[in-house]
Nanobody
Framework: QVQLVESGGGLVQAGGSLRLSCAAS????????MGWFRQAPGKERDFVAA????????NYADSVKGRFTISRDNAKNTVYLQMNSLKPEDTAVYYC???????????????WGKGTQVTVSS
């Protein structure tokens, strides 16, 4: 069993930056592909970014390309999402997910965190 805990969310002005972290416990993440998703109020959960277990592959939603960067530190069992040039439309609860095999670019995952709130004010 893997427990994922997100942190780093908060309130930031448009144009600002935040760095989200997703720390795992219970099992090493080193063989899991990891992803970030977000869900705004009244909307579906959407894919944001994903990274392969060996860091060879990354994938981003078009809406965040060039602004967000996903990375991981397998020694720390942690995945990060650096978010720059934030916009009000980035406001959502951000979730991390772990998946063996394929990159988690859909809502199919082996494990999910409980999320962290990001609010971007205009």
């Amino acid at each position: 069993q893997v427990q994922l805990v997100e942190s780093g969310g908060g309130l930031v002005q448009a144009g600002g930056s935040l760095r989200l972290s997703c720390a795992a416990s219970g099992r090493t993440l080193s063989r899991y592909n990891m992803g970030w998703f977000r869900q705004a109020p009244g909307k579906e959960r959407d894919f944001v970014a994903a990274i392969s277990w060996n860091e060879y592959s990354t994938n981003y939603a078009d809406s965040v390309k060039g602004r967000f960067t996903i990375s991981r530190d397998n020694a720390k069992n942690t995945v990060y999402l650096q978010m720059n040039s934030l916009k009000p439309e980035d406001t959502a609860v951000y979730y991390c997910a772990a998946r063996l095999g394929l990159l988690p670019t859909t809502l199919v995952a082996d494990y999910w965190g409980k999320g962290t709130q990001v609010t971007v004010s205009s």
